[in-house]
Structure formats: structure tokens, C-alpha cells
């Protein structure tokens, strides 16, 4: 157990439709790491918050967005959700504001959109 | 540009060979760090092991070992007596200070190993 905890495990939703995925870091870490992984583009970065604010973008949609709260806990909105949004998407937490050190992932939330 | 490629995409075994997993890596960084994830297929990535670019030595965690190559640019994974267990997925990456300042892991593509009783 990574100690990372992602809510739900499976969401099946349909095209157009939001969504919210949840992540509770490790005690005691104040990163949080979105990634996602699809059979096309592999595992790709997405976002990063630390402690709170937004510190690093990648190859994230405008339809998508996030926010960590002030418990540290992360969500990540994807809204008007198409059929290529499908993936297992993780969060990734860490102490530090970076990923040299080790970065635990979640065991992942699978989205299904049809 | 930062990159990571695993050439191998599947590699089928039979239980109790070894098998090397291949990394090669490129960064203009001269402190960056390797990884090595597991996914089995219940889909977790699990965090296997962590290298940073000033230490060469070879690390060997029980039939897990790792060979860090600068020379090469290489960071491979091999596994000895293998066993059905460790059928996965192996993501090998890389972390350094990229473009506005600010890390990110970034994933090679994966080797799929299977191995068979």
C-alpha cells in the first residue's frame, strides 16, 4: 500500500459528461501529481500541486482542471468528457516540490466514457 | 530534449530464466534521477527503485538488480529466477529540473514481461 488513496476505483460515464477524481496524498506530503495513462500516449504528466497552489502544467486539456484544498487533498475535473478521455488516470504525491525523491502513486481511477 | 525509451515492448520468458530490461535515457541535466516502476495487472504502479546521477554503483535487491550506466545512458533492470509474479508491466523513468524550472517524471513506453510456468 503506497499510502496514496484515489477515489472511485471505476467510473463509467458518458460522452459530455463531468467528472471528479479524488486523491488523498501521504501524511505528511504536500505534492500531489496527476498523471494519465492511455493505451496511445502512455503515462503523461498532467498537472502538479504543491501545498495548495498550482506549481507545474503539462500536457493537460483546457477541459480538464484541478485543485488541492487545504487538507491536501487533490481533485481533478474532467468536464465534456469525449470518448478518447478514457484512461486509468493516477495521482502521485511526494513531500518535496519535486519528484526526486520517490513518488508514490495511487492505485488509479479507471475512466470509462462511452 | 528529455526522453526515455524501452525498446523492448513484450519479452516472454519461461519461469526461473533471467531477463535484463532495457533503459536508455536522454537529458541535457547533469543531476537527474532514474526510476523503476511496476505495474502487475491489477494496474497500481509500484515503486521499485530510485538513482541519481552521480551514483554508479549497482544496486541488487534480492533477485532484482540494476545496472546504471552514464557511459551509455542507461539504467537496466534484471530480473534472476524469474516467476510467474513478476508478469507486469515495467515503466522505467526520469526526473531532472526541466523547462520553467520545475520536475516531472517522464515515462518510457514500457515493457510488458510475461512470464510463463
Known amino acids: 500500500d503506497s499510502g496514496v488513496t484515489q477515489t472511485p476505483k471505476h467510473l463509467i460515464t458518458a460522452t459530455g459528461q463531468r467528472v471528479t477524481l479524488r486523491c488523498s496524498p501521504r501524511?505528511?506530503?504536500?505534492?500531489v501529481y496527476w498523471y494519465q495513462q492511455s493505451l496511445d500516449q502512455g503515462l503523461q504528466f498532467l498537472i502538479q500541486?504543491?501545498?495548495?497552489?498550482?506549481?507545474a502544467k503539462g500536457n493537460i486539456l483546457e477541459r480538464f482542471s484541478a485543485q488541492q484544498f487545504p487538507d491536501l487533498h487533490s481533485e481533478l475535473n474532467l468536464s465534456s468528457l469525449e470518448l478518447g478521455d478514457s484512461a486509468l488516470y493516477f495521482c502521485?504525491?511526494?513531500?518535496?516540490?519535486?519528484?526526486?525523491?520517490?513518488?508514490?502513486f495511487g492505485q488509479g481511477t479507471r475512466l470509462t466514457v462511452v | 530534449a528529455q526522453k526515455v525509451t524501452q525498446a523492448q515492448t513484450e519479452i516472454s520468458v519461461v519461469e526461473k530464466e533471467d531477463v535484463t530490461l532495457d533503459c536508455v535515457y536522454e537529458?541535457?541535466?547533469?543531476?537527474?534521477?532514474l526510476f523503476w516502476y511496476k505495474q502487475p495487472p491489477s494496474g497500481e504502479l509500484v515503486f521499485l527503485i530510485r538513482?541519481?546521477?552521480?551514483?554508479?554503483q549497482n544496486e541488487i535487491s534480492g533477485r532484482y538488480s540494476w545496472n546504471f550506466q552514464k557511459s551509455t545512458s542507461s539504467f537496466n533492470f534484471t530480473i534472476t529466477a524469474s516467476q510467474v509474479v513478476d508478469s507486469a508491466v515495467y515503466f522505467c523513468a526520469l526526473s531532472g529540473t526541466f523547462s520553467g524550472g520545475y520536475n516531472k517524471l517522464i515515462f518510457g513506453a514500457g515493457t510488458r514481461l510475461a512470464v510463463h510456468p
Open positions: 502521485a504525491s511526494s513531500p518535496r516540490p519535486n519528484m526526486n525523491t520517490e513518488a508514490f
Open positions: 501524511s505528511g506530503d504536500l505534492s
Open positions: 537529458t541535457r541535466d547533469t543531476t537527474y534521477y
Open positions: 500541486y504543491y501545498n495548495g497552489e498550482e506549481r
Open positions: 538513482r541519481n546521477s552521480f551514483d554508479e
